[in-house]
């Protein structure tokens, strides 16, 4: 009952102000009526401001039961509207997700802006974020595009942005946004981990509340136009504490990679992983877009859509060039793909010779409409497909001249692999972000897969970059000509097989400008707070919790809390590991 009585004083509080702001505002009430009598049946958009409380209360009952109502705004209906049962049942909640490229176009089109460099630059610039779209076309209409290409919109930025920090006046809650701005995914334990302390559950619900935030599968993410403008702001003004923050970011996903290689399952922690070590343009060429694409089988079902894709890019393959400006750096970089060049990716690719080879190696990519918008075929390395490799023209140059010894280590049972080959992840038209994300994400969820992975693109500039810049290493000796019969091209191969993974892994920290931790033993021990380090150093003299808790001036509780975070960092299980581990790292 209390619960109830709480709930209608605020919703009476909230009703008192809107009165308040409908006070001398006859007129426009008089307005709206009229608007509303002469406007109901063609359509046409009323815009209210301050008059809601009007709207709910009066306006609204005396509609008939047929009359469809739409209320937009940037935050969901509440006060009177949440606290009534009555309004609850009827409101149905339609959040507008970021615009896909086709409608950014079709909305640009409507705004006379028709030029295709035009278009895809504002595309690039917001996303297809409608509140940022439609304050860039208003800017554009107003001061003419090319004064907004010259500042590079970023006085349109500032104003989104600004208007969203303005939700965020408490300090602690600024610096939750800063440091879920540095994450790619979010959740509570994975912000205590990176900002070595707690996070009060309040302040966390708090966050995720926010208006530029939203709840997807993995945990919370901010939206990539907030992300970008305050990892800008904060690599500007506080860059140690940026590099810090990433820094741990590694170290979490770098322990996590380790601890899924042992049940062989590290996609997931492969995608994070490469997001944080990876270079500034990897991140902005496959991150840059949080819209997603979804994988599906080739089966009979869908067999006639993937047979449309592919005729479809044939026949209306064409020359695009691209420029993609790196977020980080504002560099920018010129692709050019010929028309010939953007089928090369489907030359060798025969739906029904793979599918007979193993019915899991092709699969649909779909965009957020369930249209298909590429495909991938990638060949689990095994005893039923090594055959196959070796006489296939992709993966001739490599696979033909192993030895018996060496073919015999590929040659694993069905049921298991020893790596993939990848074949092709074609996507119709790379200049387009969810596209371009869709090939990378679908590369770096198999390149640390355990066992050796072996990708064959053509030999193009921007497929280099991709591959070298991911940590690939060119295969010696497996150059081919099977796109043009002319052009040698390599083939690219990470090999995590053994140890191998470890080393691949120290080789991306140091890529990544961090050598300091290439020995991921003292790492691992240079994460932990100074509390933690204590406790380590007594419990490795052979102190029981409750000597440590005494010689500490803590309480045993306190203590055992202290040895499950280090458990966790250091990634081991018990006392007798964490000795181990030290006296290692002592060494």
């Not at 140059?397 to 069905?414: D, H």
């Not at 091209?489 to 961090?514: E, S, V, W």
């Not at 003299?541 to 309480?555: Q, R, V, W």
Request: proline fraction near 4%; hydrophobic fraction near 40%; include cysteine.
């Amino acid at each position: 009952m209390k619960e109830e009585i709480d709930q209608e004083h605020i919703g009476n509080t909230i009703d008192t102000e809107e009165r308040r702001y409908l006070v001398g505002r006859e007129k426009e009430v008089a307005f709206l009526r009229e608007c509303l009598t002469s406007s109901l049946r063609d359509g046409s958009i009323i815009h209210l401001y301050g008059m809601e409380y009007w709207l709910r209360e009066e306006f609204l009952p005396q509609l008939s039961k047929n009359t469809l109502i739409v209320i937009s705004g940037r935050y969901p209906l509440q006060g009177g509207w949440s606290f009534s049962p009555a309004w609850r049942e009827l409101i149905w909640r339609l959040p507008i997700d970021d615009l896909d490229f086709s409608s950014v176009k079709a909305y640009l089109a409507r705004a006379g802006i028709a030029h295709e460099e035009t278009v895809r630059h504002i595309w690039n610039q917001t996303k297809g974020h409608p509140l940022t779209l439609s304050l860039l076309v208003s800017t554009t209409l107003a001061q003419h595009f090319r004064q907004v290409v010259a500042s590079e919109a970023r006085d349109v930025f500032s104003q989104v942005v600004g208007a969203w920090l303005r939700e965020v006046p408490d300090a602690h809650l600024r610096e939750l946004v800063e440091t879920a701005a540095v994450l790619r995914h979010f959740n509570e334990e994975l912000l205590a981990y990176v900002m070595d302390k707690p996070v009060a559950t309040e302040q966390f619900l708090k966050l995720v509340s926010l208006s530029f935030i939203r709840r997807v599968d993995r945990g919370w993410l901010l939206h990539d136009l907030m992300r970008d403008a305050i990892c800008f702001e904060l690599r500007r003004r506080r860059p140690d504490h940026y590099e810090s923050l990433r820094k741990r970011c590694i170290m979490h996903y770098y322990y996590r990679i380790k601890a899924s290689a042992r049940s062989k399952t590290t996609a997931w922690e492969s995608e994070e992983w490469i997001y944080y070590v990876g270079d500034q343009w990897i991140r902005g060429f496959f991150y840059q877009q949080a819209a997603s694409c979804s994988w599906e089988p080739l089966h009979a079902g869908n067999w006639t859509e993937a047979e449309a894709y592919v005729e479809r890019r044939r026949r209306n393959a064409k020359d695009t060039r691209f420029s993609y400006r790196n977020p980080e750096t504002r560099e920018v970089y010129e692709y050019f793909i010929s028309a010939e060049e953007s089928l090369y990716t489907l030359k060798h690719i025969r739906l029904h010779e793979l599918y007979e080879l193993d019915s899991g190696i092709v699969k649909l990519i779909r965009d957020t409409r369930g249209a298909v918008c590429g495909l991938s075929a990638i060949v689990p390395i095994n005893v039923d497909t090594v055959d196959y490799l070796c006489i296939h023209p992709l993966s001739s140059s490599y696979f033909s001249k192993l030895t018996e010894a060496q073919l015999k280590e590929y040659k694993l049972s069905p049921n298991t692999k020893a790596g993939y080959f990848v074949m092709t992840i074609d996507v119709g038209d790379f200049s387009d972000l969810v596209m371009r994300e869709a090939t990378g994400i679908t590369f770096i969820n198999h390149m640390l897969s355990p066992g050796i992975c072996i990708a064959a693109p053509p030999a193009h500039p921007m497929f280099e970059d991709i591959h070298l810049r991911l940590g690939c290493e060119k295969l010696a000796g497996s150059e081919h000509c099977a796109y043009d019969g002319i052009t040698p091209t390599p083939l690219y191969a990470i090999d995590t097989r053994g140890n191998k993974l470890q080393q691949f892994l120290n080789k991306m920290i140091a890529l990544a400008g961090l050598p300091h931790m290439q020995d991921p033993e003292d790492e691992g021990l240079a994460s932990l707070s100074e509390r933690e380090k204590d406790v380590v150093e007594l419990l490795v003299k052979g102190y029981t919790n409750l000597e440590i808790a005494g010689s500490l001036y803590l309480s045993e509780i306190t203590v055992k809390k202290h040895l499950g975070n280090i458990f966790r960092k250091l990634d081991v299980k018990n006392r007798a590991q964490l000795v181990n581990r030290y006296m290692r790292s002592s060494k």
